[in-house]
């Protein structure tokens, strides 16, 4: 399960990345990287959404071990 500890750190830090390009809020106003555009970050979710499918590919023949993983990734 360390596997979806790192895949739930990953998707958390992807969304922060997303909400740091809403300029409503007062400290992300003036802060902009390349790292944080819409494409790097689409490009991210795209290898977590690979991964998540390849686990649940790879787990059929265990139904307990995917729908724990489910329940931690959610």
Known sequence: MEYCGDLNGILTTL???IGSNNPS?????YR??????????????ELC????????EDAKEYPEW????EEEIG
């Open 49 to 56: 959404l690979e991964a998540y499918y390849a686990f649940i």
């Open 25 to 29: 809020l007062p400290q992300t106003m």
């Open 15 to 17: 969304q922060t990345r």
């Open 32 to 45: 902009r990287s390349r790292h944080n555009s819409t494409d790097s970050i689409f490009k991210e979710v």
């Open 66 to 69: 995917v729908r724990k993983f």
